[in-house]
């Protein structure tokens, strides 16, 4: 349930409405938008009184909340979240945001040179797997402790805050300590026990959509970080499994829209991940970025033929360059910037 109060509501009429819910079991969270605001509750509010709250002093109208997400809900949350990732450096809002990197970190020199070309070229931040979810256990599986290591002398070098992969709880406490962003994958979006440890640090989290999740279960991962205490959640479509083999997925970018309409959080692409080919990144970017997402996350590699990890999907520094010029264009046309 949400108590919509009116817009000249005094903050005595506020506090009664909030005892008043309190009074029926529930905690109570205050919303306040740029011109709404609104008090949710929280638990169970089977016992709270419609019609009695309707009528307090200062309340605008009160409606049930039917989805299983609260935190994430625009009904409880009405306006955008923007996220800080690093010093001047936001998802959401206006300006777009464009995470671009290799798959994996390979060594200092290639990590590093990469991040200069990318912000050269006007990305807002730097992405490289350090830890690295492989289908087979014998494919390189990242290069750990030391990968952080060189993703950090990039940042160092470019100012360029850092996108990493965590595999396990264990790792957590290294990437509280050296990480910008903590990224959360596909195959994790529904590790329960991991969501609820990231839900307790105040790291900005970007989770990625499950390979065969809905929409909803999605969200409710994202209600577990939420409901942990972090509020700083970036939600990432990068594809789901379809019957179609051509594609590595299928990129739903439906997926934006239908997000966007029911949840707060800031939406970003990953195309390199969705298609799996390299000469699909570009149109699959722009057409993201038309569809209303608010960045992207690409793959760049400066040597894809010889990758260690997903250099099919993987474009040079020199296509990612003319990617941005084309991403500028068609932000324009939607009133958005990068």
């Keep these: 349930m949400v108590v919509i109060l009116k817009q000249?509501?005094?903050?005595?009429?506020?506090?009664?409405?909030?005892?008043?819910?309190?009074?029926g079991g529930v905690k109570?969270?205050?919303?306040?938008?740029?011109?709404?605001?609104?008090l949710g509750a929280e638990g169970d509010a089977s016992r709270l009184d419609e019609e009695f709250l309707s009528q307090l002093p200062g309340?605008?109208?009160?409606?049930?909340?039917?989805?299983?997400?609260?935190?994430?809900?625009?009904?409880?949350?009405?306006?955008?979240?923007?996220?800080?990732i690093g010093p001047g450096v936001r998802v959401g809002g206006q300006k777009l945001a464009v995470i671009a990197g290799p798959c994996s970190v390979e060594s200092q020199e290639q990590i590093t040179g990469v991040a200069r070309d990318v912000k050269t070229a006007g990305a807002s931040a730097l992405r490289g797997?350090?830890?690295?979810?492989?289908?087979?256990?014998?494919?390189?599986?990242?290069?750990?402790?030391k990968g952080i290591d060189f993703l950090m002398e990039a940042r160092e070098a470019t100012g360029l805050p850092i996108v990493t992969e965590l595999m396990s709880a264990d790792q957590l406490p290294l990437f509280e300590e050296c990480v910008d962003v903590i990224q959360i994958g596909a195959r994790n979006m529904?590790?329960?026990?991991?969501?609820?440890?990231?839900?307790?640090?105040?790291?900005?989290?970007?989770?990625?959509?499950?390979?065969?999740?809905?929409?909803?279960?999605?969200?409710m991962s994202a209600e577990y970080i939420l409901a942990g205490g972090n509020p700083n959640v970036i939600l990432c479509e990068r594809g789901i499994r379809t019957f179609e083999t051509y594609t590595r997925n299928t990129l739903d970018l439906s997926a934006v829209l239908a997000v966007k309409q029911m949840c707060h959080?800031?939406?970003?692409?990953?195309?390199?991940?969705?298609?799996g080919k390299a000469w699909m990144v570009e149109r699959m970017s722009l057409a993201a970025i038309a569809a209303g997402a608010d960045g992207l996350i690409v793959e760049v590699h400066n040597d894809p033929k010889n990758a260690l990890c997903d250099g099919a999907q993987s474009i040079t520094p020199?296509?990612?360059g003319d990617l941005m010029g084309k991403v500028g264009t068609i932000a324009a046309c939607v009133g958005r910037s990068v």
């Design 8 to 23: 000249n509501f005094t903050l005595e009429q506020m506090e009664e409405a909030v005892r008043s819910m309190e009074a």
């Design 28 to 38: 109570v969270m205050v919303s306040r938008g740029s011109e709404t605001t609104i």
């Design 59 to 84: 309340v605008e109208r009160v409606m049930r909340v039917s989805e299983p997400f609260k935190k994430a809900n625009r009904k409880f949350h009405p306006d955008d979240s923007v996220i800080e």
């Design 129 to 145: 797997g350090a830890y690295k979810p492989r289908t087979s256990p014998y494919a390189f599986q990242g290069m750990g402790t």
């Design 190 to 219: 529904q590790n329960f026990d991991l969501l609820k440890k990231v839900g307790r640090t105040s790291k900005p989290i970007l989770l990625k959509r499950g390979l065969s999740s809905t929409i909803e279960e999605w969200i």
């Design 265 to 275: 959080l800031p939406v970003v692409v990953d195309p390199s991940h969705a298609c």
């Design 318 to 320: 020199a296509q990612f």
